[in-house]
């Protein structure tokens, strides 16, 4: 089935900048840098149904001894949203994530289905747990890669895990490289340079190093650790009044969108998750042989959406007032979640 009229509706009025949302002030760490951010705005006041879970103390997480239930109990008034790919941790058990999106209604009590991301670590039933993180997009694309059943395998999320680990720890000897092709929108200065960068120096070698590991957040910490730069620069980017989302660019074109129906649940979780596009951000060239084009990058949002649009969905979660649909295209995956037909969250993001 192709992606539903209320979803296409929401994305168009992104894509054509339209029911209060229009796209705000590119940002890069530097002139140099390879990968930006473009924040998505909306003027467009809205009641929020729910908080985010980010941002209540009134949810219990209890590890059910199952690898794949964890059981959540919602003690306030509010219906709370938890975003697909949140990791939860305790010291005494297993570290798992949310394999989508889900509505935990007011004052209840439900199973929600995980994923393990700790595969030798043991399993401890009863222990209380907390949303920590979120898992990278190599990770969450093992989550939306459902069988004909809608089932997710465990050993496809373990090999993201391990895949992520790999690539974290390869980067840690490069991230002061170049990076060849145009950038998206740019007009190349030097049209005979076809690639661009090498070892500034061999300190570069000397930085921290990652060992290749199954325990994720324990990657996701020390990749962190090890770009406080980047850190340091999405701490100090504003989030703008009005945002609700984010697009982030590489040098060829998306590699992620991520977009909520309120400001206030952009601002929850803004932080964390655009630090797992720090390898795309980070990225710098040489020397700065590009100009950002900024005409063209509306085009390039409005190409994303499309694709997204021309994207299949199954329906992976629903209860009485909520859905969450997986969106499954020939060069996009992601998810969108509504409550009583109304889009509340969408991510999507290049296919990995």
Known sequence: MTIGNNVGIFLWNIAEQKEGFKFGKPWRQSKQSLGLVVPILREKDVKRKYKMIEETKNITIEDTGSIDKVRIINKGDERVFIRSGVILTSDASQERVTVSGVIIQPNSEQEVEVKCVHASKGIRSGTKMKATNYAPPVVLSALYARDERGNVNQGRVWDSVQKYSMKSRNACFTSRMGSGGPIIGARM???????????????????????????????????????????????????????????????????????????????ALHKKVLAKYSDVLQKKQEEPLFQLNKDIIPEKIRDFIEKIMESNEKEIYSSKESTTKIIDGVKVVGEYTEINGEIIHVIAFKRQ
């Open 189 to 267: 200065r030097d049209r005979t340079s076809r690639r661009i960068g090498a070892i500034k120096s061999l300190d570069a070698m000397e930085q921290p190093t990652i060992a290749e590991s199954d325990d994720l957040i324990s990657t996701i910490d020390e990749v962190e650790t090890s770009k406080k730069s980047i850190e340091g620069a999405i701490k100090e980017m504003p989030v703008m009044e009005n945002q609700v989302g984010a697009i982030i660019f590489d040098s060829v074109g998306i590699v992620g969108f991520e977009v909520f129906d309120s400001e206030k649940s952009w601002k």
